[in-house]
């Protein structure tokens, strides 16, 4: 048995060109960024040239991307950014209740703080009703924030026309962009977006570095108080390894071609499934609008954990999980109203650029042992 990984929605491996790029700032970049002097000088330019790439990936300006260290911090930026900077006595912010925990849990703690917050719902394919964001909002709300590709079933958003209706009330937006940046186009223009969200180890960096892009003009109090690094953003001494690390994994996020093979791969794969397990494998998601690389299944009245479990070899994860003896749905899944004995059979298969055709061939093949 070979290893076989289908889990890029939860890491990827870093790029060898991202790799490079490190070795050469661990050798040279060792100054702090912000000294003048000739050992700062080099660390601050891949610092700044990383920021040039970011802003090229999203189409912005370099001067609108704070670096972060993940998508964590810059979900809990965005949020916690705009209610601390906000003047309003109980300010409303709208999301989906399909969210990744990263936005719920900073929701959950600024309710706590006089918060109000309403979760709109959405449809069986995870997708949310821009009429209902339409009728959401208040003079209260200060921020609507609404992942721009759902994580687990790789659903995508209708961002542009929740941007649009927001913009029309003077709303911000933010997308948190983890799953899609280098899969499926990600300019904030077209996206209409004032604030998002990406994660470097989603698109072959490492661990550990992200970015926010904030829209010029846009007040956030800043996440971490300290020096004036980011333009005041955020502080802590920038790291020219990581940072240089996220602008190569930018410069070649850019490049989506590789994604229409991947998607084929992902649609092969899916045939494949059907024509084996007929009507006891079903779809979770949307079965067009729905990230390239993700195809998230679910083997009826079977346990996807389980599942897994037989063949552990492939890395791949599951919608469900069992606590205490009981299997309990994800809270997307349960969100979308999938039903349970559906639900708990749930496997999410996420492709990268590295997945060939044998590795899918291969994976129907151990499943079709395992479950027959």
């Known amino acids: 048995m070979r290893d076989i990984y289908l889990d890029f929605n939860a890491s990827t491996p870093v790029a060898p060109e991202v790799a490079e790029i490190m070795r050469h700032a661990l050798e040279?970049?060792?100054g702090n960024p912000s000294s003048s002097h000739w050992a700062g000088v080099p660390a601050r330019q891949m610092v700044e040239d990383a920021r040039t790439r970011v802003a090229d990936l999203l189409g912005c300006l370099p001067q609108e991307t704070v670096f972060t260290s993940g998508g964590s911090e810059a979900n809990n930026h965005a949020l916690k950014g705009v209610f601390f900077a906000n003047e309003k006595e109980r300010p409303h912010f709208i999301t989906s209740s399909a969210e990744h925990p990263a936005i719920v849990a900073p929701l959950r703690f600024l309710e706590r703080l006089g918060a109000r917050v309403t979760w709109l719902p959405v449809d069986g394919t995870g997708l949310v009703?821009?009429?209902?964001?339409r009728r959401a909002i208040t003079p209260e709300t200060v921020l609507v924030t609404i992942m721009h590709a759902n994580n687990e079933t790789g659903a995508i958003q209708p961002i542009a026309e929740c941007a649009a209706i927001a913009r029309e009330h003077g709303v911000r937006l933010h997308t948190d962009a983890a799953q899609s940046v280098g899969k499926i186009p990600t300019r904030v223009d077209?996206?209409?977006v004032d604030l998002l969200t990406m994660a470097g180890h989603k698109f072959h960096a490492p661990k550990g570095v992200g970015a926010l892009f904030v829209r010029d003009g846009l007040q956030l109090e800043p996440f971490i108080h300290g020096a004036g690094h980011e333009s005041g953003r955020?502080?802590?001494?920038e790291s020219a390894v990581l940072t240089a690390a996220l602008g190569v994994a930018a410069r070649l996020a850019a490049?989506?071609?590789p994604m229409e093979q991947v998607h084929g791969?992902?649609?092969r794969f899916w045939v494949a499934l059907k024509q084996t397990f007929g009507d006891s494998v079903v779809l979770n998601g949307h079965p067009e609008r729905r990230l390239p690389n993700t195809l998230n299944v679910s083997f009826v009245e079977r346990v996807g954990a389980e599942i897994l479990a037989a063949m552990p070899e492939v890395a791949a994860s599951t919608g469900s999980a069992c606590h205490s003896g009981r299997i309990e749905l994800s809270p997307v899944l349960e969100a979308m109203g999938v039903e349970p004995r559906v639900g708990m059979g749930a496997v999410r298969f996420s492709l990268g650029r590295t997945t060939t055709a044998d590795e899918v061939d291969h994976v129907v093949a151990r499943l079709r042992r395992v479950l027959r």
């Open 28 to 30: 040279t970049g060792h």
């Open 129 to 133: 009703d821009p009429d209902d964001l």
């Open 190 to 192: 077209d996206l209409g």
């Open 234 to 237: 955020r502080a802590g001494t």
């Open 255 to 257: 490049d989506l071609a």
């Open 265 to 267: 791969l992902r649609d």
